[in-house]
């Protein structure tokens, strides 16, 4: 849940990347982080096994812009997509405020990101969130594979309504397209809450102009907007 620091006026969101073992989740990150200017981000830390496998999570911090006074944040987390690392995703997704899902093109694939999909679902279940309005983003990497799945069959095979992003994190294609959009997913949800929460609250004394509304509980901040439906 977005947490907010008033005495250092920041303001944190935190996105996690999901899906199937070595659909590339990290290469996005390496991406991002190779990419940003030093000043508006923190050092990658990965923690992965001899084989570059992603053991616990990686975790890249981005300043983004201003927002009504507050330097933003971002959080991003990958988890492993290995089954046995159930309770390490459960950890990582706590908290989270959007998600990327990244899906592998590679027709092999197939079954593992399914089999990913319905343990972030599960994840998210057991940590009491509705996955129907989690804010999230889909994307089909490895576009550059050229056995890769027809983007409809994906659509088809993981239940996707929306539009996703077909990326090449090896590249970089559309890696920043990704994170984009689940950002801006993130602040449309962050603001709708708190407009909707200073409606149905009296004026308070001790808040200035220039201050922003004090954070939504975490009962409030629950996103609405539709994104993990089935
Ligand atoms: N062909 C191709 N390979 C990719 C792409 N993105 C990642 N990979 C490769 O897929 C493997 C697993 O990537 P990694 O980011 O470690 O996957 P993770 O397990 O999801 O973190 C690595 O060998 C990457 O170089 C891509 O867009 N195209
Ligand atoms: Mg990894």
């Excluded at 940003?36 to 999570?57: M, N, Y």
């Excluded at 590679?106 to 057991?126: C, I, K, M, V, Y």
């Excluded at 409030?220 to 539709?226: A, D, I, K, R």
């Amino acid at each position: 849940m977005a947490v907010y620091n008033h005495d250092s006026r920041e303001v944190q969101f935190k996105i996690v990347y999901c899906g199937a073992p070595l659909s590339g989740k990290t290469t996005n990150l390496i991406h991002i982080h190779e990419r940003l200017a030093p000043g508006t981000r923190g050092d990658l830390v990965s923690i992965a096994t001899a084989r570059e496998r992603t053991l616990f999570f990686d975790y890249l911090p981005v300043h983004a812009t201003e927002i009504a006074g507050y330097r933003t944040r971002f959080q991003l987390y990958t988890v492993p997509g290995q089954k046995v690392y159930d309770e390490t995703r459960q950890i990582v997704l706590r908290g989270a405020d959007g998600i990327v899902f990244v899906a592998d093109s590679d027709p092999e694939r197939a079954g593992e990101n399914l089999e990913a999909l319905e343990a972030t679902r599960d994840a998210l279940r057991l940590l009491g969130r509705t996955t129907d309005r989690l804010p999230a983003v889909f994307q089909y990497n490895k576009r550059d594979l050229p056995r890769a799945m027809r983007p409809e069959e994906m659509d088809e095979a993981l239940g996707v309504a929306r539009p996703s992003f077909l990326a090449c994190a090896k590249s970089g294609y559309n890696v920043f397209a990704t994170l984009d959009a689940v950002s801006q997913e993130v602040l449309r949800h962050f603001h709708t809450r708190r407009l909707q929460r200073d409606a149905t609250l009296p004026p308070r004394a001790t808040e200035t102009g220039s201050r922003p509304a004090s954070p939504p509980t975490a009962a409030e901040s629950e996103p609405n907007t539709p994104a993990l439906a089935r």
